[in-house]
């Protein structure tokens, strides 16, 4: 059977791009080389944090304001929460990178947003301790995505459609004339129309084109708050903090489990079929942290687990067709920050492979910026 489309990598971009093709009545295939909702990637985690005021550039925003779209529509569509927003905080200092591209984001799409003295912030959220030399943007949009949540949602609509999702089944190889792609499995080998590459940390094994990628190994942590009342999402936001030593982020405690926090970047570069285990001494830098900024977070070491960075060289994703074969779509390379950009990355992702282009601005993430 001759399919529309393949999708090679069923996370959260993969997922996404399998339903959004389905949904245009296409005959979808999605690959995936492990189980449906597995922890070996960058999809897992339990929460992840969503924003607007987009620091790391302005550009960002309007795909996040599709995405949001996206996040409530599917909640709508499956009954299942996805989506809680708590409000979030950037805090640094206020020449730093943090406050100010975040401000200059929400400034730019009229953002609902608030600057916060160290001060305002104590007031209003008791367990951060901000030095008088930082300062916080809130904006209230922020909040937290479930992502195991997200992915078997976008999963469980691709089938709804007609999309076939194939797990366990490891891509080898695949080739192009152009106007036909074949993609060899440890199945057997599949003939479709178009080509979608969401494998993540694989990418750098199935892309096939000039483009540096590095795999970093992060650790992130749950603890049990002293003042768990503290960190609850009524009282507690979202929150990333530029600091002299480099970034953290937090998420509060929902579902059951305790405060999460991680540092962002600084891990080191892995294969992803070889991933070291996490060691007990590994919760040293972020404890230092807490220490210092969120006393209160510094309690029993609840749980932790590893997730993949797949880092490009400027740290900014690739939406874009291959340079070589035009019903090939390289939909990868999020490096550390693109699970709450899934819902519209998976829109995007179907605009290429079935129009070559897409209505949404996403020209600054494509391949030519390399070039």
């Known amino acids: 059977m001759a399919y529309d489309a393949v999708v090679v990598g069923l996370g959260g971009a993969g997922s996404s791009a399998a339903y959004h093709l389905a949904r245009r009545r296409l005959r979808v295939l999605g690959l995936e080389q492990f189980g449906p909702g597995h922890d070996r990637g960058s999809s897992h985690g339990r929460t992840r944090i969503t924003r607007q005021a987009y620091f790391e550039h302005p550009h960002y925003v309007p795909l996040l304001l599709r995405a949001y779209e996206l996040w409530q529509d599917l909640q709508q569509r499956t009954g299942t929460e996805l989506l809680r927003i708590c409000g979030g905080l950037m805090v640094g200092p206020a020449t730093g990178a943090l406050v100010s591209g975040a401000l200059r984001s929400a400034r730019e799409y009229g953002l609902p947003h608030e600057l916060l003295s160290a001060a ?5 959220f008791p367990a951060f301790r901000l030095a008088e030399d930082e300062q916080a943007l809130y904006e209230p949009r922020a909040g937290v995505l479930f992502p195991e949540a997200c992915v078997r949602a976008h999963q469980e609509l691709a089938v709804s459609h007609g999309a076939e999702l194939r ?3 490891r891509v080898l190889d695949w080739h192009s004339d152009g106007a036909r792609v074949w993609v060899r499995t440890d199945g057997g080998t599949e003939e479709a129309g178009s080509l979608v590459l969401a494998a993540g940390p694989w990418m750098p094994e199935v892309v096939r084109c000039p483009l540096e990628l590095s795999v970093e190994r992060q650790v992130v942590f749950w603890f049990r708050p002293r003042r768990p009342e503290w960190f609850t999402p009524d009282r507690f936001p979202v929150f990333v903090w530029e600091t002299p030593e480099g970034f953290f982020y937090g998420i509060p405690a929902v579902g059951g489990r305790g ?3 991680a540092r962002h970047h600084g891990g080191q570069t892995v294969h992803p079929d070889r991933v070291p285990p996490v060691r007990p001494e590994e919760a040293g830098w972020l404890r230092a942290q807490l220490r210092l900024r969120l006393p209160e977070a510094d309690g029993e070491l609840e749980d932790a687990a590893t997730c993949l960075y797949t880092n490009t060289q ?6 874009d067709r291959h340079p070589e074969f035009g019903n090939v779509v390289i ?4 490096s550390g920050h693109g699970f709450k950009f899934t819902s519209v990355v998976g829109e995007v992702a179907a605009d290429l492979a079935t129009e070559g282009a897409s209505r949404l601005p996403v020209g600054f993430l494509s391949l030519r910026r390399f070039q």
């Open 331 to 334: 939909c990868s390379a999020c």
């Open 259 to 261: 405060f999460k926090a």
């Open 167 to 169: 797990f366990h089944t």
């Open 314 to 319: 400027d740290e900014h994703f690739v939406l």
């Open 120 to 124: 305002d912030v104590r007031a209003r």
